[in-house]
């Protein structure tokens, strides 16, 4: 298991990601703030920098695209298919990263725990060289910041 501030991440076997964060808001709160563009655009780039484009078709078979800038002015583009939403507990969708591999399956489990949420991302590919690839491209480290940007910016989502 390796730690990042707030975050736990294990590799369970030999082709899935486990990393699993709490979080001060309640369930429904959080699953809001991971799918509704108001909300993504402004927490999802590691560096803290809003999104140039974030589109959020939630439904099986919808899509999704987030657009960053990188610190030279380059775009990155992230993208995927949403296979399964059963709100607020979980979301499953399909990244779009290895143009010549199957692409990971990422499943996102919402577990209530009263005002407090625990967020477990499983990111399942296909093969041990895939998974390896994405720890290679750091994104281990690139979704605990990520998930660190999330707890900052829950605050300022309301809820009762």
């Known amino acids: 298991m390796k730690n990042i501030g707030a975050v ?3 590799m369970p076997s030999d082709t899935d990601i486990v990393i699993t964060r709490m979080f001060d808001a309640p369930r429904v709160v959080v699953f809001e703030a991971w799918t509704k563009s108001e909300h993504v655009a ?7 920098t809003p999104l140039a484009v ?6 099986p078979n919808g899509s999704f695209r987030w657009v960053n800038s990188g ?3 380059e775009a990155h583009a992230f993208s995927g298919t949403y296979a ?18 199957a692409n990971p399956v990422t499943t996102l489990e919402f577990t209530d725990n009263g005002n407090q ?3 477990t991302i499983t ?4 093969n041990k060289h895939d998974r ?10 690139g979704t605990a910041r990520t998930l660190e940007n999330l707890a900052s910016y829950l605050p300022s989502v309301a809820w009762v």
């Open 8 to 10: 736990n991440i294990t």
């Open 42 to 48: 402004h927490w999802w780039d590691p560096t803290g």
């Open 54 to 59: 974030c589109e959020i078709d939630l439904r």
């Open 71 to 73: 610190p030279n002015g």
């Open 84 to 101: 399964e939403i059963d709100a607020p507990e979980k979301l499953i969708f399909v990244v779009h990263m290895f143009p010549n591999s």
């Open 117 to 119: 949420t625990e967020l």
């Open 123 to 126: 990111m399942a590919c296909a």
């Open 132 to 141: 390896d690839m994405l720890l290679q491209m750091r994104v281990d480290e």
